[in-house]
């Protein structure tokens, strides 16, 4: 990405970003007017677990790993992220450390909603925070299925 991405432009990407797909324009102009444009290149380590967060990132271009225990012996790869997913969203609710470290595979562009920011624009948009907390709702909701149903076939093979 450039500086001189527009807000019209930042607006049309952050549609595309399931976390914020619901919101009205006027709600989505506030987030881009507050957000920072970061690339990074391959091999760079973007969060690193047990550190403190205060930082959404948005993935505009490019892709992450998810790794748990990073540079340990059992060190793991999680998940891998790719362009409109986002990563490090409860920082934004809560003071805890990272989960997890975050690793770009390609040359990756980002748009970065920090904490400070997100709550001044909460304070004006509260639905904002409402429709992120459905979406995370979702989310959560998806991950027990996945429990559920990975407890249900170890049942099966017993």
């Known amino acids: 990405m450039t500086d001189e991405t527009t807000i019209s432009e930042k607006i049309m990407l952050l549609k595309g970003i399931e976390l914020f797909e619901s919101l009205s324009v006027g709600e989505l102009a ?3 007017s507050v957000v920072e444009e970061i690339d990074y290149p391959v091999g760079e380590i973007i969060i690193k ?4 967060g205060e930082t959404l990132y ?5 892709e992450v790993s998810v790794i748990k225990d990073l540079g340990e012996i059992n060190e793991v ?10 990563f490090g969203e409860m920082a934004l609710f809560e003071n805890t450390v990272r989960s997890a470290s975050i690793r770009t595979e390609k040359p990756s562009a980002f ?3 920090h904490k400070q920011e997100f709550k001044e624009i909460v304070r004006e948009y509260p639905q ?4 992120i907390c459905k979406v995370l709702s ?15 076939c170890k049942k099966d093979v017993s």
């Open 128 to 131: 904002i925070a409402l429709e």
């Open 49 to 52: 677990e047990g550190t403190a």
């Open 30 to 32: 506030a987030i881009a």
């Open 58 to 62: 948005l993935m505009i271009e490019g």
């Open 77 to 86: 790869e999680i998940d891998r992220m790719t362009d409109g997913e986002y």
């Open 138 to 152: 979702g989310r959560i909701r998806k991950l027990h299925q996945k429990i559920e149903a990975r407890d249900y």
């Open 111 to 113: 748009m970065v909603l």
